[in-house]
């Protein structure tokens, strides 16, 4: 299993990223998709997943309205869109396969950075 996040960086308050995860190595059209995060000091935090043919989405209450997950199973890749982001959404962010709402896993990739700041 492989999987490279990237898309994060340093942004304003309010601002937009999208970031995307590519995967490789497992049938990425079975899984579940799943976007989690972990600040500074912090442990891993839930933030969204869908289903495998994207029909369903799901949100931490944290992100919801602002943040918007997505995929494309032809390119074994996944997204979140960002939008409105707050400094509480500095973290770093990583993808897994695995189900709605939580973060246990074993093969994480190296994550994407994301800071918001001023």
């Known amino acids: 299993v492989q999987l490279v996040e990237s898309g994060g960086g340093l942004v304003q308050p309010g601002g937009s990223l999208t970031l995307s995860c590519v995967t490789s190595?497992?049938?990425?059209?079975?899984?579940?998709m799943t976007w989690v995060r972990q600040a500074p000091g912090k442990g891993l935090e839930w933030v969204s997943s869908i289903f495998r043919d994207g029909s369903i989405t799901y949100y931490n209450d944290a992100v919801k309205g602002r943040f918007t997950i997505s995929r494309d199973n032809a390119k074994n890749t996944a997204y979140l869109q960002m939008t409105n982001l707050k400094s509480e959404d500095s973290a770093r962010y990583y993808c897994?396969?695995?189900?709605?709402?939580?973060?246990?896993?074993?093969?994480w990739g190296q994550g994407t950075q994301v800071t918001v700041s001023s």
């Open positions: 190595g497992f049938s990425f059209y079975v899984n579940y």
């Open positions: 897994a396969p695995i189900q709605p709402r939580t973060t246990y896993y074993d093969a």
